[in-house]
């Protein structure tokens, strides 16, 4: 059997390889060489990217077999997620892994801004020797005022710290309480921008912060502020820095981002008091290769049909050991449930009683509606897109979590209500050490059946002799019978088998088996593993 392929796009440490292990094709591609992306995604199940590869809905559509997108780092601009959850593709990134280092290198910024050292470095290069042109300023009492109190911010606040600064912060998310916890005062942007003497940025990208300090906030600003941009390009308004810069209106800037990258603009990189990094805030050993070991082990749980802690379209959290092995069964259980059903109904309710239920359990809702999804639409159904999926069909889900459990230690119940009010259950546990997956209700009727990936379901009037009639029809037919439970609601009324048979009944054999013992119901139902 051919290994699944996982296209490495850009460059990424050597332990990202290494911690995929043998058992994926690894192909190396220039994630910006656009046609020879197209190409090799039209095989890849996995593409592992850092900000550079465009991601888009195009790139997306290129790649049938896809299954995970995987960014070697924080920033998620250049991947269309979007249209990767419409496509079922789990997109993933490294949340943490490089923060410690573009925290670090906001600071350095903001220290060789203080002290000029990039232009005095260049300078000695070219022969001088000038001592006085290169005067600086103490961080020491000053104002420094941080955008952004998320991670990477609050890391520059406390590596700020033994500098005897004044910290400031800007961040209207962020609660007055725990801005006071870190030691920092919450202002205004324009309160801010008034009182810093040095900034510097920590805020994603988006509609609401493009833009954010532009001409109307550096006309504000004291013109000894220094401000630093390790985020994302656009945040300052480039043209409006390049005016404050040229007209002293502030003393000096640094960025490591830019608008496009490579910039083009030299206006603005040609100002002698903007100092300069090609976007390195990620580029060190250690945050390189906990991003690539990060995203590595993402992809191995995605190929695997697991779910992911860091996936960022998944609403499955973080799951407990506990409540992992629910998950295929109660994937199971959906598929069973759209077999019994056959129709679509109008809300279906994910029951979890017994111990699961002081556990984290959102995974099996997921779980519930891929196997729901999984045998009715021609697309791929995966974690990501499953919930859209009952989303577009005004499926009404409705999740009920309750510590008791009767006969089992834990019970799942997947319940669809159909149109015409009429409701369609079956339940399923794990039991011993080997946590044996069984089905114990249909429709309200007891049984206790290890599920497998053939079964009959028959309905019919309760009666002597119909064992006999189903057996020799099947025995006939020459299809064994591996496991068999009968329930019935009382002697005489309504009887439910449940056979697993070894290889799925043909439609002339199910026709024979309603004849033969005139069910009422009679459903043939086959789990696929995923
Ligand atoms: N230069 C690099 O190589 C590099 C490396 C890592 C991360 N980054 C970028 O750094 C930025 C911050 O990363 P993080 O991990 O700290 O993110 P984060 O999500 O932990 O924190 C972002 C903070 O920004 C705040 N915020 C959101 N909108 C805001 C607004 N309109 N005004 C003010 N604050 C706002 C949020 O409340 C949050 O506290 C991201 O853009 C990330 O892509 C760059
Ligand atoms: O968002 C990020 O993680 C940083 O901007 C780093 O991007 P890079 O992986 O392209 O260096």
């Not at 945050?287 to 998944?314: F, I, M, T, Y």
């Amino acid at each position: 059997m051919s290994k699944p392929v996982v296209l490495l796009a850009e460059q990424l440490s050597p332990a990202t390889v290494d911690a995929l292990g043998p058992d994926f094709e690894v192909r190396q591609v220039d994630g910006t060489d656009r046609p020879a992306l197209l190409e090799a995604l039209a095989e890849a199940n996995a593409i592992l990217v850092r900000s550079a590869t465009q991601v888009d809905a195009e790139a997306i559509a290129a790649a049938p077999n896809l299954k995970i997108i995987a960014r070697a780092g924080v920033g998620l601009d250049n991947v269309d997620t979007p249209a990767a959850t419409k496509a079922g593709v789990m997109v993933v990134n490294a949340p943490t892994s490089n923060i410690t280092s573009a925290a670090e290198l906001a600071v350095g910024h903001i220290i060789s801004l203080a002290r000029h050292i990039p232009n005095a470095n260049a300078s000695m290069k070219a022969g001088d020797w000038k001592r006085s042109k290169y005067t600086g300023v103490e961080l020491f009492e000053k104002t420094i005022g941080i955008v952004g109190l998320g991670r990477i911010g609050t890391l520059v606040v406390d590596r700020l710290k033994g500098f005897g600064v004044n910290l400031v912060a800007y961040d209207p998310y962020v609660t007055p309480a725990r801005a006071s916890q870190l030691g920092v005062q919450l202002l205004s942007l324009e309160e801010l921008m008034a009182q810093s003497d040095f900034i510097t940025i920590h805020i994603p990208r988006t509609p609401e912060t493009t833009g954010l300090i532009g001409e109307a906030e550096f006309a504000l600003a004291k013109p000894e502020l220094r401000i630093v941009n390790c985020s994302r390009g656009g945040i300052i308004d480039e043209n409006a820095l390049r005016d404050a810069l040229e007209s002293g209106k502030i003393a000096g800037a640094a960025l490591d981002v830019f608008v496009t990258e490579p910039p083009s603009n030299r206006d603005l990189l040609d100002q002698p008091n903007l100092q300069l990094t090609p976007h390195l805030g990620a580029s060190t050993d250690e945050a390189q290769e906990k991003a690539g070991v990060s995203v590595a082990r993402s992809v191995r749980l995605a190929l695997a049909g697991e779910l992911v802690p860091d996936a960022v379209n998944v609403a499955g959290g973080i799951i407990d050991e506990y409540v992992r092995p629910g998950i295929p069964l109660m994937e199971k259980l959906g598929q069973f449930l759209q077999g019994l059903i056959g129709a679509s109904p109008v809300a279906l309710d994910i029951e979890v009683h017994g111990e699961l239920a002081r556990y984290e359990v959102k995974a099996l809702r997921l779980a519930a509606l891929k196997g729901f999804f999984t045998n009715i639409v021609t697309e791929q159904v995966s974690y990501v897109n499953a919930p859209l999926l009952a989303e577009e069909r005004g499926l009404d889900v409705r999740m009920n979590v309750d510590e008791d459990s009767d006969e089992y230690r834990n019970v799942l119940t997947l319940r669809a209500t159909l149109s015409d009010g009429k409701t369609v259950s079956v339940s399923g546990t794990l039991t011993g050490v080997k946590q044996i997956e069984k089905l114990v209700g249909i429709n309200g009727y007891s049984i206790e059946v290890p599920l497998a990936a053939h079964h009959l379901v028959m309905v019919y009037s309760d009666r002597p002799g119909v064992v006999a009639l189903y057996g020799a029809a099947l025995g006939e037919a020459g299809v064994n019978i591996a496991g068999m439970q009968i329930a019935r609601d009382e002697e005489g009324g309504q009887a439910l088998s449940v056979l697993t048979i070894d290889e799925p009944a043909s439609d002339e054999l199910l026709a024979r088996l309603r004849d033969a013992i005139g069910a009422s119901e009679l459903h043939e139902i086959d789990i696929v593993e995923s």
